[in-house]
C-alpha cells in the first residue's frame, strides 16, 4: 500500500520523520507511530524526551572519544583498568561488544569509522591523530588493533602499524578466532573474548 | 551481543524506549538511536517533536473517528462526499487504503477494533454505539462492511449486521475480492477497489 492519503498532517510528519531512520520503510513507520498513539501522552513525551536529550546532552570521552555522559567517559576514569593498554575499534557498538566479554581490563580508542576509500573516509576523518597523540605521551605500553576483519579493517590496521611502528609501543591484534569477512559486533561473546585474550603481534598476523 | 555495559545512561535511556516499539529489538534500537546521534540536533529535535507534537494535538474526528487535525476530519467535512453511505473499518489504516484506491465517495466509521474475545475485546470496547447512532438519525442510507475477512471480522460483521437489520439501512459488504482470511491492509489497491465497487448485500454474502 502506497501511503498517500493521510488524514491527518500531523500524523504524516510523525510517519515521515520515522522513515527516515535505516531500515525503516512508510508502511513500518505507521505502525510504530499508531503504537505510539496508543500509548499515554507521558510515555509518549519519555520516548520523544529520551532522543533529544541524547542528543543535547550526550558528550564525547576526551580521551577515548568513546560515547559518555561525562567529559571522561568511565572507563577512562576507572583507576582499575590498565591505561597503558589501548583497544583501537571502529565505534563504540564495538566497544560494547568487548566490554561484554569481561575479558578486557584496558582502555581503548574509537576511530569512529574505518579507512574506507569507497565510501571516501581517508584517515584524516578518524580519530587517529589523537590516537597518536595518545601514544606520543610515552604512557601506553600496548596498542590492541579490534577492527573487523574486512579489507577496510585491515588496511586500516595496516595504516596505523605504519604510523606506530618506530614507537615503543607494542602493536597486538585479535585473534583471528573472529573468522574473516565477519563484522566485529556479529561476533559471539566466546570467540570475541579468547581472541582478545589470545592476541597476536601485528606481524605474525599478518605474516 | 547483549547490550549491559552502555556507555552513557542516556545512550541506554534511548535505546530503551525505542525497544518498547513492537518488533524492535534491543540491537536495531541501537543502531536507530546510533544513527540518529550522527545527525544535526535539529533533525533530531523535529524527530522527537513530530512523535510528541502528534500525541498531543492529534483529535479524532467526533463523526468518524478517523485520526484528525481537526474536530472533523478532512472526509466528514468534505461536501462532495456521499454522507448516506457509510463504510465500517477496523482502523485507520483501514481508510488509508481504502482511500488510496480512489473508488469509494462515501465517508467512513472507525471501529477502532473488532470484536475478538481471545483479546478480551467486546462490542463495547468499539466505536459501535456511535454507529447506530448515526444510523438512528436516519441520514445514512448504506452501511458497508468493509473489516478482514477473518473470523473476528465476521464475527463483527454478524454482531452490527443483527444490531442494524431492523433499520431502513441497506447493509451491504465488500465483495469477496478480498481473499479469506487476509488483513484488509494488505490487500493490494485494485483488489480492494474491485471489492467495494461490487459490494454485495450483507445477505449474499452469509448464503
Known sequence: MNIEHFPSRLLENAVNEFA???GIGKKTALRLVLHLLKKDA??????????TQLRDEVKHCSHCHNISDHEVCNICSNPSRDHEVICVVENIRD???????QQYRGVYHVLGGIISPMDGIGPSDLEIDSLLERVA??????????LSTTMEGDSTNFYLFKKL?????????????VSVGDELEFT???TLGRSIVNRLLYEQSIS
Do not use: C, Y
Not at 42 to 51: C, P, T
Not at 137 to 146: D, Y
Not at 165 to 177: C, D, F, M, P, Q
Open 20 to 22: 527516515k531512520l535505516p
Open 42 to 51: 507521558e510515555e509518549v513525551h519519555r520516548f520523544g524526551e529520551a532522543i
Open 95 to 101: 566497544v560494547m561488544s568487548i566490554e561484554n566479554t
Open 137 to 146: 605521551t610515552g604512557q601506553v605500553r600496548e596498542i590492541i588493533f579490534a
Open 165 to 177: 611502528k618506530n614507537s615503543e609501543v607494542r602493536i597486538t591484534t585479535l585473534a583471528r578466532g
Open 188 to 190: 559471539d561473546e566466546l
